[in-house]
Antibody, heavy 123, light 107 residues
Framework: QVQLQESGPGLLRPSETLSLNCSVFGYSISRGYYWAWIRQSPMRGLEWIGNVYHSSRSSLNPSLESRVSISIDTSKNLFSLTLTSVTAADTAVYFC????????????????WGPGTPVTVSS | DIQMTQSPSSLSASVGDRVTITCRASLSIDNYLNWYQQRPGKAPNLLIYAASTLQSGVPSRFSGSGFGTDFTLTISGLQPEDFAIYYCQDSYEIPYSFGQGTKLEIK
């Protein structure tokens, strides 16, 4: 059974850089799949941030791509999110998830998800 | 970006009821539509993908339908554990978008 677990600081000051890790258990990420970051806040709801493939190829939400990078470390079986110049608007619960797809289709879905980690940006 | 609009925003129902939640996309997304359930303090949980395919382990009282711009999630015979928030999500193009959620409450 595949399980994911987010880790990282829960509190940042404005203008700092957020770094989160997602450790994957029960599956070797070098075997495949895309791996995604999603965040949730009362103001913005659920927001897809981006994903990364085991080859390190990534796709990012255009609204965030100037500040976001997603990387993968197959040796540690984890992938990471970096978000620079954070503001209060980046306060949210951050989830990582495995992105699955149907062969020959654009259909993509997220399963399973990590439990989420709350991040607060405040001075 | 594709906009996903769910209706209603909230819904009251009783155990045993049949309920339907609607999700409308701002443009045609074929069948690239998924449904999730989120309980308080938990991560979303996949119920249905590709509009109508039930995820393994999800009870058969959940069903999905639709194509193009209009989609529905139906729960037949509500159980106490079904009272939660439901979200739709499209995967037609990046950025993938989620609906604003439908809160299903006990009447």
């Amino acid at each position: 059974q595949v399980q994911l677990q987010e880790s990282g600081p829960g509190l940042l000051r404005p203008s700092e850089t957020l770094s989160l890790n997602c450790s994957v258990f029960g599956y070797s990420i070098s075997r495949g799949y895309y791996w995604a970051w999603i965040r949730q806040s009362p103001m913005r709801g659920l927001e897809w941030i981006g994903n990364v493939y085991h080859s390190s190829r990534s796709s990012l939400n255009p609204s965030l791509e100037s500040r976001v990078s997603i990387s993968i470390d197959t040796s540690k079986n984890l992938f990471s999110l970096t978000l620079t110049s954070v503001t209060a608007a980046d306060t949210a619960v951050y989830f990582c998830a495995r992105q699955s797809s149907a062969t020959g289709s654009y259909s993509r879905w997220f399963d399973p998800w990590g439990p989420g980690t709350p991040v607060t940006v405040s001075s | 970006d594709i906009q996903m609009t769910q209706s209603p925003s909230s819904l009251s129902a009783s155990v045993g009821d049949r309920v339907t939640i609607t999700c409308r996309a701002s443009l045609s997304i074929d069948n690239y539509l998924n449904w999730y359930q989120q309980r308080p303090g938990k991560a979303p949980n996949l119920l249905i993908y590709a509009a109508s395919t039930l995820q393994s382990g999800v009870p058969s009282r959940f069903s999905g339908s639709g194509f193009g711009t209009d989609f529905t999630l139906t729960i037949s015979g509500l159980q106490p554990e079904d009272f939660a928030i439901y979200y739709c999500q499209d995967s037609y193009e990046i950025p993938y978008s989620f609906g604003q959620g439908t809160k299903l409450e006990i009447k």
